[in-house]
Nanobody, 127 residues
Framework: HVQLVESGGGSVQAGGSLRLTCTVS????????MGWFRQGPGQQREGVAV???????GYADSVKGRFTISKDNAKSTVYLQMNSLLPEDTAMYYC??????????????????????WGRGTQVTVS
């Protein structure tokens, strides 16, 4: 099993920045893709950014150029640096891991399929 714990959410004014952290534990050696996803009020969950085991990232069109996903294998941690935040970025942000297949971005959005492990989320509010 894999356990994921998100942190770093909060309230920020438009134009501000936040860095989310996902701490990963358990059987991590089989993870081949990590991702950040979000669900805003009354909206469906959507992909934000993914990062492959190689470190290659993929982004949703809506955050490209503003958000950066990265990972530190030594610390078993995945980050999401969010700059130039907009009110429409307000959402619960979730970290997720997949053990099969590969990271993919389809029609400008990171795919959610086959992500078997999910954290509980961290709230980001932009006003």
């Amino acid at each position: 099993h894999v356990q994921l714990v998100e942190s770093g959410g909060g309230s920020v004014q438009a134009g501000g920045s936040l860095r989310l952290t996902c701490t990963v534990s358990g059987n991590t050696y089989n993870i081949n893709c990590m991702g950040w996803f979000r669900q805003g009020p009354g909206q469906q969950r959507e992909g934000v950014a993914v990062i492959a085991g190689s470190g290659s990232p993929g982004y949703a069109d809506s955050v490209k150029g503003r958000f950066t996903i990265s990972k530190d294998n030594a610390k078993s941690t995945v980050y999401l640096q969010m700059n130039s935040l907009l009110p429409e970025d307000t959402a619960m942000y979730y970290c997720a891991a997949r053990l099969s297949g590969f990271c993919s971005v389809v029609d400008g959005t990171p795919a959610q399929e086959d992500f078997a492990y999910w954290g509980r989320g961290t709230q980001v509010t932009v006003s």
